[in-house]
């Protein structure tokens, strides 16, 4: 699986932003989808994923500001990010695995399968 994120870019405090993650080369429906992100002198984190069958998992930093989605016919999944803080920015990159279990997935060890990433600035 190839991943190919987008959407970043200078946004002020409050507004909003929606990233996307195209996928191809294997059968992207199969797959959890996830997004992480890495702050600049932090480690990556968690911020989002999304299972075969729709389930959504949040970090709790993000929980009611961002929702990922999903549109299996153009292999392609979505973080839409609302009410952004400063805090938010990060470099945030998509991922993608077979068979990962739900206790699995806040983790990036978890993932096989990485995007390039695209930065997100929140001005104050």
Avoid: H
């Avoid at 991943?3 to 200078?10: D, I, N, V």
């Avoid at 080369?25 to 989002?48: C, L």
């Avoid at 609302?82 to 279990?101: G, M, R």
Wanted: with cysteine; glycine share 10%; aromatic share 14%.
């Amino acid at each position: 699986v190839q991943l190919q994120a987008s959407g970043g870019g200078l946004v002020q405090a409050g507004g909003s932003l929606r990233l996307s993650c195209v996928a191809s080369g294997r059968t992207f429906r199969s797959y959890t989808v996830g997004w992480f992100r890495q702050a600049p002198g932090k480690e990556r984190e968690f911020v989002a994923a999304i299972r075969w069958n729709g389930s959504t998992f949040y970090a709790d930093s993000v929980k009611g500001r961002f929702t990922i989605s999903r549109d299996n016919a153009k292999n392609t999944a979505y973080l839409q990010m609302n009410s952004l803080k400063p805090e938010d920015t990060a470099v945030y990159y998509c991922t993608a695995d077979a068979s990962i279990i739900i206790s699995s997935i806040w983790y990036e060890a978890s993932y096989d399968y990485w995007g390039q990433g695209t930065l997100v600035t929140v001005s104050s």
